[in-house]
């Protein structure tokens, strides 16, 4: 996995990019295989983007109320939350349907605006279990606010 600073061409296609490229190439950057872009409206979370996830967890997770579901909780708490293993997870913080994707190593990060308030949340997952470092965490979080800031 590569950290910040991106290549100038990836910073490039997240500030200027559809939701769905941007997404797609921070998916390629991070060695992901599936992921979603959730935007805050009306007090909830409302999905922009989706890669790769299974056609009936999309229809479940197209609003998703703030502190519910590991992007939930990222709203919420305004830090990431990660999980190792998707489908071995007995925390509760993930809801049972996420496990429909079929990935393992999640992680969901909130996307802050320039002025620090939640702007939305980026979740990104790996087909295999996966501890998620904090340099990883940062990384990704930076490019949510790279996407928050458009």
Do not use: Y
């Amino acid at each position: 996995m590569s950290c910040l600073p991106f290549p100038a061409d990836l910073e490039s296609t997240l500030k200027s990019a559809s939701f769905e490229e941007a997404l797609q190439q921070i998916l390629t950057h991070f060695g992901c295989q599936a992921g979603t872009w959730h935007v805050l409206r009306e007090g909830a979370l409302h999905l922009s983007a989706s890669c790769h996830i299974p056609p009936p967890v999309v229809a479940l997770v197209q609003t998703v109320p703030i502190g519910k579901g590991i992007a939930g909780l990222a709203a919420e708490r305004l830090e990431p939350v990660s999980l190792c293993n998707l489908q071995t997870d007995t925390s509760g913080q993930a809801r049972p349907a996420a496990k429909g994707t079929g990935m393992e190593g999640a992680l969901a990060v909130p996307a802050l605006n320039g002025a620090g308030q939640l702007f939305g949340v980026l979740g990104i997952a790996k087909a295999q279990a996966h501890d998620w470092t904090d340099a990883e965490k940062a990384a990704v979080t930076a490019a949510a606010a790279l996407l928050a800031a458009r």
